[in-house]
């Protein structure tokens, strides 16, 4: 299993940026994948990024060309830069990662415990 750990949540006014990171720990062999997955109330989740170690992107529509998420493999982290934020992206932000391939939020199968983004004037 890997642990994850979100950083960098918070409140931000819309138009603004917001950075978080994820790191990885675990003591099985190199993650392949990694993503973010966010959850507003009274929503369902919803896939946010994800990358794979091949360089594989996925994105929500509602988020492309706002929301980019890279990794630093030696450090076994990920990051999901946002721009332009909207009222509509608050939500807890939850970092995910697989020893696989995954690009989709059911192929991915360790989850940390979230972040909160709140995008409010």
């Known amino acids: 299993q890997v642990q994850l750990v979100e950083s960098g949540g918070g409140l931000v006014q819309p138009g603004g940026s917001l950075s978080l990171s994820c790191a990885a720990s675990t003591s099985r062999f190199a993650i392949n994948s990694m993503g973010w997955y966010r959850q507003a109330p009274g929503k369902q989740r919803e896939l946010v990024a994800a990358l794979t170690s091949g360089g594989t992107t996925a994105y929500a529509d509602s988020v492309k060309g706002r929301f980019t998420i890279s990794r630093d493999f030696a450090q076994n982290t990920a990051h999901l830069q946002m721009n332009s934020l909207k009222p509509e992206d608050t939500a807890v932000y939850y970092c995910?990662?697989?020893?696989?391939?995954?690009?989709?939020?059911?192929?991915?199968?360790?989850w940390g415990m979230g972040t909160q983004v709140t995008v409010s004037s």
């Open positions: 995910m990662a697989s020893f696989y391939y995954a690009t989709t939020l059911d192929e991915f199968d360790s």
